[in-house]
């Protein structure tokens, strides 16, 4: 059973996710509670995740010397309380700000949780959040994307070949469906302190930058810097390879990770999955949306419609070739090219 369900699992995780980011291994956590992972990445700030096999997000936890400030607040009010219940396993200081890294809701959407408390983004992401957060092609995919996997459990478990696997499959549809249950209580909450270029914090001794260093992945992500210990956060901006492009700036992008690399940090933790020490990822990362862009321009003058480009582009001069852009985000592409601002 404990292989079937394993291979489940890795399957679910396939399917939700369009960041096939690697996992880290369990030695590389130093804390664990029921609900969350955590790793020191420097001096007090700590990155985090819920153990939950489900889609979700990084945070961080920055511990000052007497308060404590989080960037991203995952992806439902639910997995949001999860994450306030388990801080007091690391320090036992009052967290007394969020930021945001963009307004996507696996980032955003356990906002609701910190009314209580200042929550800082860039103006586009309180933008996007105040008006039709629920409406958000890239929100109403999420929920699609649930609802496809809840059914695609239902006919595993039809198919399960014993007892074993089925009580296996069973065990993680009751978790899948109590966690898309967990939808229902959004309330989308934007940030209500607005930044537009940079804002910088000060906590005790330490210093923590805000900045919109250009339009990316989405029209207003801002980068967490950390100055002192050579760190940025930068939301779904960079990973170790290409990030959802469907509400991206993808003419921009090279030229926005250009403005992020004149910063002096030798350590990126993402959005998604383990921190990147190895910083080539932002030339390849680079070169791949030049590329990726040009190749698509050439589509869209020759009348090509978007939903025949997916799997047609030679991007074999770049570090992704096999990263094809999926149909809503040639689209997204496609709109920017009729529509530049
Ligand atoms: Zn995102």
New binding site residues.
């Given amino acids: 059973m404990r292989h079937a369900l394993r291979l489940t699992i890795r399957t679910a995780l396939a399917a939700a996710t369009v960041f096939a980011a690697a996992s880290l291994s369990a030695q590389d956590w130093t804390t664990t509670t029921d609900t969350h992972r955590f790793m020191e990445v420097r001096n007090g700030i700590w990155l985090t995740q819920t153990t939950a096999q489900v889609f979700n997000s990084n945070a961080l936890v920055i511990v000052n010397d007497e308060d404590v400030i989080l960037v991203d607040s995952h992806v439902t009010p639910s997995k949001a309380r999860d994450l306030i219940a388990s801080i007091p396993a690391i320090t036992d200081k009052p967290v007394t700000a969020l930021i945001n890294s963009?307004y996507?809701w696996?980032?955003a959407h356990g906002n609701q949780e910190f009314a209580d408390i200042p929550i800082i983004g860039h103006e586009y992401t309180r933008m996007k959040m105040a008006t039709g957060a629920h409406e958000e092609p890239t929100y109403q995919r999420g929920l699609a994307g649930n609802a496809a996997r809840l059914e695609q459990l239902a006919e595993q478990i039809e198919a399960a070949e014993d007892d074993e696997e089925r009580a296996g499959l069973e065990t993680y549809r009751a978790m899948f469906a109590a966690h898309a249950a967990d939808f229902d209580e959004i309330r989308p909450l934007p940030p209500d302190v607005t930044m537009n270029e940079k804002m910088t914090l000060f906590r005790g001794g330490r210093e923590i930058q805000i900045i919109f260093v250009g339009r990316a992945?989405?029209g207003g992500d801002a980068v967490v810097y950390f100055p002192q210990d050579r760190l940025v956060f930068t939301?779904?901006m960079l990973f170790g390879g290409p990030s959802?492009m469907g509400d991206g700036y993808v003419d921009e992008w090279s030229e926005t990770l250009g403005n992020l690399a004149m910063l002096d940090f030798d350590l990126v933790v993402p959005?998604h999955g383990p921190p990147l020490s190895d910083l080539s990822a932002i030339e390849k990362s680079q070169e791949y949306y030049r590329v990726l862009w040009e190749k698509t321009a050439e589509q869209h003058a020759a009348g090509v419609p978007a939903e025949e480009v997916p799997g047609t582009l030679d991007l074999s001069g770049t570090a992704f070739p096999e990263r094809q852009p999926s149909e809503p985000e040639v689209q997204r592409m496609y709109h920017r090219m009729e529509n530049p601002d």
């Fill in positions: 963009h996507h696996d980032h992945h989405t939301g779904d959802f959005g």
